[in-house]
C-alpha cells in the first residue's frame, strides 16, 4: 500500500514562505501525477497544484505566481514552495498520488480530486496577518 508523508507545515507571518514536502513509499511514485490540495476549514477540499511525470505544472488560481511545484525523483519527493504567504491561504495540506503514469496529463485531470487513489494524512499550514 502506497504510503504519502508531508511535511514542512508551520505557523509563519503574512508574507513569508514555506515549503512542503510530500514523499511517498511508493516506487512509482516518481511516474506518477502527483497533486496538492487544501481544505481550510468550513470549505470544501480545493485544488492547489499538481505535476504531471513528464513535468507540466499547474496552479489554483488563487495560488498562481506565488507557489511553485517540483519533483526530486532521487528522493521520491514532491516539494510546494509557498512564497508570498496571505492569511487565506490558512489550510490543511494534503498531497495525492495518481495512478496515471502517462507522460503527459491535462489540467482537468490533475486538478480533479477524483484522479487520485492515495492521500497524505495533511499538514496545517496556518499564516498569521
Known amino acids: 500500500q502506497v504510503q504519502l508523508v508531508e511535511s514542512g507545515g508551520g505557523l509563519v507571518q503574512a508574507g513569508g514562505s514555506l515549503r512542503l514536502s510530500c514523499t511517498s513509499s511508493g516506487r512509482t511514485f516518481r511516474e506518477a501525477v502527483v497533486g496538492w490540495f487544501r481544505q481550510a476549514p468550513g470549505k470544501e477540499r480545493e485544488f492547489v497544484s499538481g505535476i504531471s511525470r513528464g513535468g507540466e505544472t499547474y496552479y489554483g488560481d488563487s495560488v498562481k505566481g506565488r507557489f511553485t511545484i517540483s519533483r526530486d525523483n532521487a528522493k521520491n519527493a514532491v516539494s510546494l514552495q509557498m512564497d508570498s504567504l496571505k492569511p487565506e491561504d490558512t489550510a490543511v495540506y494534503y498531497c495525492?498520488?495518481?495512478?496515471?503514469?502517462?507522460?503527459?496529463?491535462?489540467?482537468?485531470?490533475?486538478?480533479?480530486?477524483?484522479?487520485?487513489?492515495?492521500w497524505g494524512q495533511g499538514t496545517q499550514v496556518t499564516v498569521s496577518s
Open positions: 495525492a498520488r495518481s495512478p496515471r503514469t502517462a507522460f503527459f496529463a491535462p489540467r482537468e485531470y490533475v486538478s480533479a480530486q477524483k484522479s487520485y487513489d492515495a
